[in-house]
């Protein structure tokens, strides 16, 4: 697939899916996982926000699958990193809030990003971001561009 200058980014919450659309032709459609704690836009809740957004940052471009980002720097993995943490790996696509009561997602570093618990793709088991398996954001990564646009619905 190439990349496609109208797409967008639609995630459904209640069926944990994102699909990718370039007007109304799927290019893409992915299992994620999204907030164990529900749905909202307070600070330090760790909950998905909902409404409107923009890819602000794409972080990881050419990196290894896998590879374990803190504070979107690659960092060692170690087994007990892998066993214990809530990892962002292999792709970051950080969101920008363009709705009033969104407006603090990008502080919130709300992101879409891949995961060391793929096991639980397909349920709410986030701690706020959009969590994808390793593969499926690597093809996503490739398919959109900053200022993407991304709704997340409930």
Not at 35 to 43: A, H, I, P, V, Y
Not at 53 to 82: H, Y
Request: aromatic share 6%; with cysteine; glycine share 8%.
């Amino acid at each position: 697939m190439k990349k496609s200058a109208q797409a967008k980014i639609h995630i459904s919450v209640r069926e944990q899916r994102l699909t990718l659309k370039s007007g109304q032709k799927e290019l893409g459609t992915y299992p994620v996982s999204t907030s164990r704690f529900g749905l909202g836009t307070e600070e330090g809740s760790m909950k998905t926000p909902t409404g409107r957004f923009r890819i602000a940052e794409k972080v990881g471009d050419g990196t290894p699958l896998g590879t374990v980002f803190k504070n979107r720097r690659r960092v060692k993995v170690t087994k007990k990193l892998m066993r214990d943490e809530d990892l962002v790996m292999t792709r970051i696509l950080w969101l920008d809030g363009l709705d009033p009561e969104n407006a603090n997602t990008r502080e919130r570093f709300i992101y879409i990003h891949g995961t060391n618990h793929e096991e639980s793709i397909g349920e709410p088991a986030s701690h706020g971001c959009i969590r994808m398996r390793k593969t499926d954001l690597l093809e996503l990564f490739e398919l959109v561009e900053v200022d993407t646009p991304v709704a997340i619905k409930a």
